[in-house]
């Protein structure tokens, strides 16, 4: 009999494979009485065990390469940090001499000491951080009893027979293990813990495997080498599959295969409505090297380059120079098509060390010095900023954008920088582009309430609908408590989108959306009847979108669109709106 247990899908697709369970380490540990004369040997036990878990850490970033995967280096490197930390290190060590005990139980003792001191902090993300923290003591208590880390894992993996390939089941797993997932068989991943928007769901977005989070009580129900399906559009894991079941899932992963080499043949076909509208499909990118990915799915153009992350991961901001290399690297292999470059959007959720440090940390970070407000407060980061972005713009067309813009004071204040960016290099004799244009992106409510005001003083806008939703319902986007209510389809939020598209086109203020929402198929037929004609998504949800515009008329959309805007919930509209999708 088949069983399944549902979570929270994250990605796309259906992956068929063999289990491979990582067994957690157990916190629940006996206490040892450990001899004075072994006391040394036990510290010394422990450290070999804290020295095991650098190495891979360093085999982990030789893995990275030249591949700059930011988020994953970040990961890496703030456990690494941790590992260092001597509130887990040294107090671990203090308490195998002062208590004569083993160091699986010093190290647990000292976690649940540290916890302690997470649960009573109030602000969320740094209350994340204890996850952080409780994997890195996992990984130590595996090295200290000799069990399976995933590098492990991977060598016993290549010698078992491969006729399936394999999908990671595990209670939670580490970011930095993410990347090993990837550099090797696995198909997909599941795990017990979890939210849409915790460290793994985000890497495997960007690494575009099928995963399914959140599951609860998946690690115990399944055993090591089963057969199990990961059905990320449902959310769902499937096991004890008959030949019914077996048959049903692979003929639908065949489907998706070959769903998959049809889109490929759009890549070169315009995106065009039935009726003949032109849509600008871009892309948004967080690493330069993400550029080569959306010029394969056929964008127009770069609709956000997140360049913070470039900021991530390092001691130090990056230099002019670097800054400048990581943009023409962009522009020269866009070859032509408008590159939006977005200022560094640092604070909240995105906390930049290399700059944070020594700033104390703010009541509510997602209301706080962050983006452009920051900019403006540290004006030599923004003018080295502002310098390497209009060098750039002398090796193709670059559009400048601000982040987290709540009126036109900001926008003002940006140009006066850009302006003064522009008689040093004038006076230095170096080239950019005279008329660059700047932009500002629609994500704060104020901003979007009075776009009037605002459209004066931009040459474009791009709706951040991941910002402005959290910011209308008053939805910390990383809180799963409320993860519930975050909802894109909420009238507040499409009302908001319906006026910033038609302010703009009143203004002849090009205006394009950049948020998740541009991405979701689910979406598109909406947004074409809000008015929106250009979407910047990730780059492998745009043959996707591309499909749905090429299916749509616009003339069929704004009547019922209208209609869906005077519903009173999400709820009501979500329901409402498959009939427009079918
Ligand atoms: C947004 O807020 O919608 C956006 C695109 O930017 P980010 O997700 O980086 O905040
Ligand atoms: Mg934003």
Redesign the pocket.
Known sequence: MAWSVTGIGVGEGLALGRAWVLAPASFDLPRREIAALDIEPEIQRFQAAIAQIEEEFEVLRAALGQEPAAEVRAFIDLQAVVLQDPLLVEATVDRIRKESCNAEWALVQQFQAVAAQFDAIEDAYLKERKADVEQLVERVLKALQGTENLSTVLAQQSRQPDDLPWILVARDIAPADMLLIREHQFVGFATDSGSPTAHTAILARSLGLPAVVGLQTLHGMVSQGEEVVLDARAGVVVGSLDDALRDHYASQQAEQALEQEKLKRLKTVAAKTLDGQAIRLLA?LDLPDDARAALEAGCDGVG?F?SEFLFMNRQEPPTEEEQFEAYRQVILVMAGRPVTIRTL?SGADKDVPAISAGRGHPTNPALALRAIRLCLAEPELFMTQLRAILRASAFGPIRLMIPLVSGPQEIIAARRMIQAAMDSLRSQGLAFDQAIQVGA?I?VPSAAIAIDSLVAHIDFASL?????IQYTLAIDRTDSEVAHLYEPLHPAVLRLIRDVIKACDRANTPISL??EMAGETSLTRLLLGLGLREFSMHPIEILRVKQVVLRSTLGDLSRPVGRLLRLPEGKKIRAELQKLNV
Not at 464 to 468: A, K, Q, S, Y
């Open positions: 948004n956000l997140r959007d992106m994500e951040g609908t991941n910002d402005l950049c948020g």
